[in-house]
């Protein structure tokens, strides 16, 4: 079974450019997730869809960050325009459903904002 | 008050030593509880699952989980090098479906 596919895998950007990542799901598997995680902390939820609609993105910055999941399967999100502070590196993540699921990560991009 | 805190750490046990990583909540309708490993520089990935207040095993791993003191935690026997990594706990906050927040983890050394 493939995993949770995401590029690109590293991205060094300076503030105010643009960025974007993408993901795909693990085939069959509803609800993704995108997670910001920086340096010596936990993952933070940015936005979960279930199918291509959207369940929470109470904790995204909707300034400057936007996620779309067209067609209910793979997602990108993007930062414009990106700040130092957006240096962390970016997880999505899904499940087969949305309730009592484990969470099946992919390898993350790693952003630096110089 | 974080909704999900654990110790700080590092937490560092000589091989063979049972490791104890601890985790508190703060949303008492919180359902399902996930303890997560994430190796420096990799990706977390899920290690055991709880619902119910007790114990559950695994292997080498116990969870346990007391709903009523909000505490959840994770228990590692015969302790080895491999495991050194850091331990993130995940909870179900609330009703909202599929949303887990996470700890900021516990970093654990395995000594030889």
């Known amino acids: 079974e493939a995993g949770v596919a995401q590029s690109p895998r590293y991205k060094i950007i300076e503030k105010r450019q643009s960025v974007a990542f993408w993901c795909n799901p693990i085939?069959?598997?509803?609800?993704l997730y995108w997670y910001q995680q920086i340096l010596g902390q936990g993952p933070k939820l940015l936005i979960q869809?279930?199918?291509?609609?959207?369940?929470?993105d109470s904790q995204l910055p909707k300034d400057r960050f936007s996620a779309e999941r067209l067609k209910g399967v793979d997602s990108t999100l993007k930062i414009q325009p990106a700040k130092l502070e957006d240096s962390a590196v970016y997880l999505c993540?899904?499940?087969?459903?949305?309730?009592?699921?484990?969470?099946?990560f992919g390898s993350g991009t790693q952003l630096s904002v110089l | 008050q974080k909704e999900v805190e654990q110790n700080s750490g590092p937490l560092s046990v000589p091989e063979g030593a049972i490791a104890s990583l601890n985790c508190t909540y703060s949303?008492?309708?919180?359902?399902?509880f996930f303890w997560y490993r994430q190796y420096s520089g990799k990706s977390p990935e899920l290690i055991m699952s709880?619902?119910?207040?007790g114990d559950k095993e695994d292997g080498r791993f116990t969870a346990q989980l007391n709903k009523a003191s909000q505490y959840v935690s994770l228990l590692i026997r015969d302790s080895q090098p491999s495991d050194s990594a850091t331990y993130l706990c995940?909870?179900?906050?609330?009703?909202?479906?599929?949303?887990?927040?996470f700890g900021d983890g516990t970093t654990l050394t395995v000594k030889p």
């Open positions: 949303d008492r309708v919180s359902q399902s």
């Open positions: 709880i619902y119910s207040n």
């Open positions: 993540a899904s499940s087969f459903g949305a309730t009592n699921e484990k969470l099946f």
């Open positions: 869809f279930q199918n291509n609609g959207v369940v929470d």
């Open positions: 085939s069959g598997h509803a609800t």
């Open positions: 995940a909870v179900k906050i609330g009703t909202n479906a599929g949303k887990s927040t």
